[in-house]
């Protein structure tokens, strides 16, 4: 069936998909938004029941598609992937079970070929994104402390998360080494922001925030674009974008929540799926004109897929820290090997994400893991040696691009809806495990300089496949890169990208504020243009 | 619920052997009742601990002369190892329902200083901490020029 013709169609209501949503709602253009997932009830979410840290591992609310069984997510075949797909299929996109740790790019992260002579430099500049991060910082509320060395002049709009104990231990340590550190910027209201609740110290902000503190989308921009006129139609899972005979993207075919097939007629068609998501739908979306998927012709959506390899570094500490409370995920970030300094062995570098400590049932859970918690007459001692004892950290290194790492679709695996569901083919290259290694090293060093009595670490850490960039990349050249520098896909005038698909190169922070900075840049420039926009 | 209901005392006193009582302040998991949360979380798959079970009580029987939920306190730690190395993967499912049931336990909670609730809506305070601590860092890090 067909509906009514629309000015603009996004496809995906995640952190990209929303704030395009919410900047080209001002224009009163017919904007539609299909989503495979539904609202979100924060009701729902695990820190509502004491069973919360048992949640985390299996469920609705864990971290791999693959596992939750839930029919909004698409499965995703990651058996030729170290790193493993995390993600969520909802209002908010991934944004619902994201840490909300929110640092920018640097400005050299734009200009890596130059500085470094690897990769490729970006089409845009950290100057062209400013006005974007601080407008998006404002919407979705983000909390930090102006002054950060690491980076030029920036104002968080709300004050920093608690350092509480934990945090100022972790400072001395990196003070005894001399090593940069900050609070981190987090995009989770500290105080009152835009009608959210501020944050209340739970904890897990990975399996959803019950408060409403955590800057997920469907609390931040959602509200606000759905007020101001756009309709986010959920449950909506769209199969292909068609083209007409000019070669311009005419609209989507999707499954409704009914199960009925529909066609979506659009003026714009623009792409919020993420990184996995949007090349498995271009490359679903083929026809006589794009024989090998749509936008293309360059042989390059998919590929260049890049994670960040994650290693992690915990240390256990002779008195109690307090880490259970507080955002779990935001506190301090290290960018003391950020800069490319080769005589490391490795060019470029990575973040250290300090986390808080864990719960009790996950101390428990570690403890037996890591044959630190016997059971018998001894458990309840080493129990007391471990529990809120534990600190640590994520290392986020920047990975490089790589052809050869991508996404293609699955020959045999579908999805609920029949959709073929993409397969990843991704391996570290040699660059990135030194990297590990380096900071591993390092990691291990800072938490003993902080007090730590033992340390252990993982790396790559499996399931960190949550940061999804590079699959539909930017740039000036159609031979070389899949959509320009304001994220139009060269082959197709109408089409745009706007989610992590479309990075050139990785960065060594999280990529969530880049990619919604990105999308609000674009909609600017359509905004602009719109008079002009097919010239 | 399985449909293998798993023998009791057998079970509850095999729970409390792998988290004894803390001295006064807190029975043992099994007296906890820990055996119903550990039963339903392995479901259908419950009936896999009883060849395991059924073996524990019988040698036992052979040891002590006494079923394992009647044997000296002393020899039933012995008896439990001997058991999980002749059957192995039995204890490490059991291990990982049983810790995290219990350490989500109210009591259990409490003995440990925490309020026996979820973390929502309470929440907890949190102190800002010595942002003083930062007067250190001056330009450390200082971000790359382009
Ligand atoms: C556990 C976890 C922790 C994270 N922590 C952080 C962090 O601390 N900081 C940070 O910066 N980032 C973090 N991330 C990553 C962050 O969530 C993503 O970078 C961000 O959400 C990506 O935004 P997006 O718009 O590209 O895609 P998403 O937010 O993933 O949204 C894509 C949306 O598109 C929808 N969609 C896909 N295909 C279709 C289709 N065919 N039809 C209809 N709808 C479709 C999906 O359902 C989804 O809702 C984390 C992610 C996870 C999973
Ligand atoms: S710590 Fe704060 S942001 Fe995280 S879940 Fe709790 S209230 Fe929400």
């Given at each position: 069936?067909?509906?009514?013709?629309?000015?603009?169609?996004?496809?995906?209501?995640?952190?990209?998909?929303?704030?395009?949503?919410?900047?080209?709602?001002?224009?009163?253009?017919?904007?539609?938004?299909?989503?495979?997932?539904?609202?979100?009830?924060?009701?729902?979410?695990?820190?509502?029941?004491?069973?919360?840290?048992?949640?985390?591992?299996?469920?609705?609310?864990?971290?791999?598609?693959?596992?939750?069984?839930?029919?909004?997510?698409?499965?995703?075949?990651?058996?030729?992937?170290?790193?493993?797909?995390?993600?969520?299929?909802?209002?908010?996109?991934?944004?619902?079970?994201?840490?909300?740790?929110?640092?920018?790019?640097?400005?050299?992260?734009?200009?890596?070929?130059?500085?470094?002579?690897?990769?490729?430099?970006?089409?845009?500049?950290?100057?062209?994104?400013?006005?974007?991060?601080?407008?998006?910082?404002?919407?979705?509320?983000?909390?930090?402390?102006?002054?950060?060395?690491?980076?030029?002049?920036?104002?968080?709009?709300?004050?920093?998360?608690?350092?509480?104990?934990?945090?100022?231990?972790?400072?001395?340590?990196?003070?005894?080494?001399?090593?940069?550190?900050?609070?981190?910027?987090?995009?989770?209201?500290?105080?009152?922001?835009?009608g959210r609740a501020p944050c209340i110290n739970l904890g897990p902000c990975i399996t959803g925030?019950?408060?409403?503190?955590?800057?997920?989308?469907?609390?931040?921009?959602?509200?606000?674009?759905?007020?101001?006129?756009?309709?986010?139609?959920?449950?909506?899972?769209?199969?292909?974008?068609?083209?007409?005979?000019?070669?311009?993207?005419?609209?989507?075919?999707?499954?409704?929540?009914?199960?009925?097939?529909?066609?979506?007629?659009?003026?714009?068609?623009?792409?919020?799926?993420?990184?996995?998501?949007?090349?498995?739908?271009?490359?679903?979306?083929?026809?006589?004109?794009?024989?090998?998927?749509?936008?293309?012709?360059?042989?390059?959506?998919?590929?260049?897929?890049?994670?960040?390899?994650?290693?992690?570094?915990?240390?256990?500490?002779?008195?109690?820290?307090?880490?259970?409370?507080?955002?779990?995920?935001?506190?301090?970030?290290?960018?003391?090997?950020?800069?490319?300094?080769?005589?490391?062995?490795?060019?470029?570098?990575?973040?250290?994400?300090?986390?808080?400590?864990?719960?009790?049932?996950?101390?428990?859970?570690?403890?037996?893991?890591?044959?630190?918690?016997?059971?018998?007459?001894?458990?309840?001692?080493?129990?007391?040696?471990?529990?809120?004892?534990?600190?640590?950290?994520?290392?986020?290194?920047?990975?490089?691009?790589?052809?050869?790492?991508?996404?293609?679709?699955?020959?045999?695996?579908?999805?609920?809806?029949?959709?073929?569901?993409?397969?990843?083919?991704?391996?570290?290259?040699?660059?990135?495990?030194?990297?590990?290694?380096?900071?591993?090293?390092?990691?291990?060093?800072?938490?003993?300089?902080?007090?730590?009595?033992?340390?252990?670490?993982?790396?790559?850490?499996?399931?960190?496949?949550?940061?999804?960039?590079?699959?539909?990349?930017?740039?000036?050249?159609?031979?070389?890169?899949?959509?320009?520098?304001?994220?139009?896909?060269?082959d197709v005038k109408n089409l745009f990208v706007v989610d992590g698909s479309v990075f050139v190169?990785?960065?060594?922070?999280?990529?969530?504020?880049?990619?919604?900075?990105?999308?609000?840049?674009?909609?600017?420039?359509?905004?602009?243009?719109?008079?002009?926009?097919?010239? | 619920?399985?449909?293998?209901?798993?023998?009791?005392?057998?079970?509850?006193?095999?729970?409390?052997?792998?988290?004894?009582?803390?001295?006064?302040?807190?029975?043992?998991?099994?007296?906890?009742?820990?055996?119903?949360?550990?039963?339903?979380?392995?479901?259908?798959?419950?009936?896999?601990?009883?060849?395991?079970?059924?073996?524990?009580?019988?040698?036992?029987?052979?040891?002590?002369?006494?079923?394992?939920?009647?044997?000296?306190?002393?020899?039933?730690?012995?008896?439990?190892?001997?058991?999980?190395?002749?059957?192995?993967?039995?204890?490490?499912?059991?291990?990982?329902?049983?810790?995290?049931?219990?350490?989500?336990?109210?009591?259990?909670?409490?003995?440990?200083?925490?309020?026996?609730?979820?973390?929502?809506?309470?929440?907890?305070?949190?102190?800002?901490?010595?942002?003083?601590?930062?007067?250190?860092?001056?330009?450390?890090?200082?971000?790359?020029?382009?």
């Amino acid at each position: 069936m067909s509906q009514e013709p629309v000015d603009v169609l996004i496809i995906g209501a995640g952190a990209s998909g929303a704030a395009m949503a919410w900047s080209l709602a001002e224009t009163r253009m017919r904007i539609v938004c299909l989503e495979q997932g539904g609202w979100m009830n924060p009701a729902d979410y695990p820190t509502n029941r004491t069973s919360w840290e048992s949640e985390r591992f299996t469920g609705p609310f864990s971290l791999s598609p693959n596992g939750r069984g839930r029919r909004e997510d698409y499965p995703v075949n990651d058996d030729a992937s170290p790193i493993k797909i995390s993600n969520y299929n909802a209002v908010g996109g991934s944004t619902i079970l994201y840490a909300a740790h929110f640092p920018r790019f640097h400005p050299s992260d734009f200009r890596v070929k130059s500085l470094d002579g690897v990769a490729d430099d970006w089409p845009i500049d950290y100057a062209t994104l400013e006005p974007f991060y601080d407008l998006n910082a404002q919407m979705m509320g983000v909390a930090g402390l102006p002054g950060d060395p690491a980076y030029p002049p920036k104002q968080p709009p709300l004050p920093p998360v608690p350092l509480g104990k934990i945090g100022e231990t972790l400072g001395r340590g990196f003070n005894k080494l001399g090593w940069h550190w900050w609070p981190s910027d987090s995009a989770i209201a500290t105080q009152e922001h835009g009608g959210r609740a501020p944050c209340i110290n739970l904890g897990p902000c990975i399996t959803g925030c019950a408060q409403g503190a955590k800057g997920s989308t469907d609390v931040t921009y959602w509200p606000v674009a759905v007020r101001e006129g756009v309709e986010l139609r959920t449950h909506c899972r769209v199969r292909e974008i068609t083209v007409d005979d000019q070669g311009m993207a005419s609209g989507a075919i999707y499954i409704d929540e009914n199960g009925e097939e529909q066609f979506q007629p659009a003026e714009i068609v623009i792409m919020a799926c993420n990184g996995v998501g949007t090349p498995r739908l271009l490359l679903n979306s083929r026809s006589d004109r794009f024989p090998d998927g749509l936008a293309n012709s360059s042989g390059l959506v998919g590929r260049n897929l890049m994670f960040h390899p994650y290693a992690m570094v915990n240390g256990l500490f002779e008195e109690p820290l307090e880490g259970y409370k507080g955002p779990a995920g935001c506190l301090i970030i290290s960018q003391e090997f950020y800069e490319t300094d080769l005589a490391r062995g490795f060019v470029r570098g990575y973040s250290a994400e300090m986390l808080r400590g864990i719960g009790p049932a996950s101390t428990a859970l570690w403890g037996m893991s890591s044959g630190r918690l016997p059971w018998g007459a001894e458990h309840h001692s080493a129990y007391d040696g471990l529990w809120d004892r534990t600190a640590g950290m994520v290392l986020i290194c920047e990975d490089l691009p790589e052809p050869e790492n991508r996404v293609t679709l699955d020959p045999d695996l579908v999805d609920a809806d029949g959709i073929p569901a993409p397969r990843i083919e991704y391996a570290l290259s040699e660059n990135s495990l030194k990297m590990l290694d380096h900071a591993v090293a390092r990691g291990s060093e800072v938490l003993r300089a902080a007090g730590a009595i033992d340390t252990w670490s993982e790396a790559p850490l499996p399931p960190a496949g949550w940061h999804l960039m590079g699959t539909a990349r930017m740039g000036t050249d159609p031979e070389t890169s899949v959509v320009d520098p304001v994220g139009r896909a060269h082959d197709v005038k109408n089409l745009f990208v706007v989610d992590g698909s479309v990075f050139v190169t990785s960065g060594g922070v999280n990529p969530t504020c880049t990619l919604q900075a990105i999308s609000l840049y674009v909609a600017d420039h359509i905004k602009k243009n719109l008079a002009t926009l097919f010239d | 619920m399985s449909q293998d209901k798993l023998p009791q005392p057998l079970f509850s006193a095999v729970l409390d052997e792998l988290i004894p009582a803390r001295g006064d302040a807190l029975a043992g998991a099994g007296a906890l009742g820990l055996g119903e949360y550990v039963e339903a979380q392995f479901g259908e798959g419950a009936g896999a601990l009883l060849p395991a079970l059924a073996g524990l009580d019988d040698l036992s029987r052979e040891r002590t002369g006494e079923a394992f939920a009647q044997a000296p306190s002393g020899q039933r730690g012995t008896l439990l190892t001997e058991i999980a190395g002749a059957f192995p993967g039995f204890l490490d499912g059991l291990l990982f329902h049983l810790y995290a049931g219990y350490y989500q336990h109210p009591q259990v909670m409490e003995a440990l200083g925490l309020e026996a609730r979820p973390p929502f809506p309470g929440g907890y305070p949190l102190a800002m901490g010595d942002l003083g601590l930062l007067d250190a860092v001056g330009t450390r890090g200082k971000y790359r020029e382009v």
